[in-house]
């Protein structure tokens, strides 16, 4: 039989994922394009999964659930697949982040990877050039998930005023994220504070850094440069963290101040385009 390709289950979550979604598929009877037909999607798609060509998506894998009767077992792979294809200099905070209790965190560029929309993101994420877009683009949404547990973490972020303003994307794509942001000011857990401009020198002009705290684990910071992460508990570090960060919250705007900023950037910098008017 054409293109029949062996995979180490043992290799990898994506080759764990594809040799289990070829042997469930198997088992049931089903050529590729069966499968497919079942779950809207090509036979050409469902070979490249398996083949780990692809990287399955979170829908796909509950599809495949419910068509093949699995009682959840691709929905809770897609999550260590997709992990997976985190950086690998990345992946060991992204596990840290999803079990802290409380996460804090100042941003001088971008907007924090938890609060993207998938648009800003994908903007964001090309600039690396990777090979695979997709899937770090769904590698990073389904980070986002830890917002939308039960008991979520509390987090706190504050985002330099530039990072409302740098054009990411273009404009539809910032006028996107900042409605997203905007959709945090009732959320629970969530709090989100501006550093505006006239705030002038600050506490972190070195910049951006994570703080994430347990409930029975050392607290660790977190920062990054061009090609790498670094996290520590070191406990003098974490004290000038917590000391810095409690500077730059007296120094940001409240969070309902930065609301009203982010509204009004929202609509004077990314407000909906009016005809142009003509040049005299």
């Known amino acids: 039989m054409a293109n029949i390709q062996t995979l180490d289950p ?24 069966q499968l497919g037909e079942i779950i809207f999607c090509t036979g050409s798609l469902v070979g490249q ?26 929905s809770r792979l897609i999550g260590l697949v997709l992990r997976s294809q985190l950086p ?10 999803a079990k802290a209790a409380y996460i804090s965190t100042y941003q ?18 090309a600039t690396g050039m990777p090979d695979d877009l997709d899937g770090l683009v769904s ?5 986002q998930r830890v917002l939308e547990r039960r008991q979520p973490p509390l987090a706190w972020a504050i985002l330099d005023e530039a990072v409302l303003r740098r054009p990411i994307g273009g404009h539809e794509v910032m006028r996107g994220q900042l409605a997203r942001l905007l959709e945090f000011t009732s959320h629970r857990w969530m709090r989100i504070q501006v550093l505006p401009f006239d705030a002038g020198e600050h506490a972190s002009l070195a910049g951006s850094f994570n703080f994430l705290r347990f409930e029975d684990d050392p607290d660790l910071v977190y920062t990054e440069d061009v090609i790498a992460g670094h996290m520590t508990a070191n406990p ?18 409240s969070v309902e101040a930065s609301a009203a900023l982010i509204t009004r950037v929202m609509e004077e910098r990314y407000g909906e385009r009016t005809e142009e008017r003509a040049v005299a």
């Open 10 to 33: 043992s290799a990898s979550p994506l080759d764990y994922y594809g040799w289990e979604l070829r042997r469930q598929r198997e088992a049931h009877g089903l050529r590729q394009g």
């Open 49 to 74: 999964i398996e083949t780990t060509k692809k990287i399955p998506t979170r829908d796909f894998s509950e599809r495949v659930d419910a068509a093949l009767g699995t009682d959840g077992l691709f």
């Open 236 to 253: 003098e570090t974490i004290r000038e963290a917590a000391r810095r960060y409690a500077h730059l919250q007296a120094a940001a705007l």
């Open 139 to 143: 590698a990073r949404m389904e980070r």
């Open 88 to 97: 690998t200099w990345f992946q060991p905070y992204a596990e840290m982040e």
């Open 108 to 125: 001088a560029q971008l907007v924090y990877g938890l609060l993207q929309t998938e648009e800003y993101a994908r903007a964001v994420l």
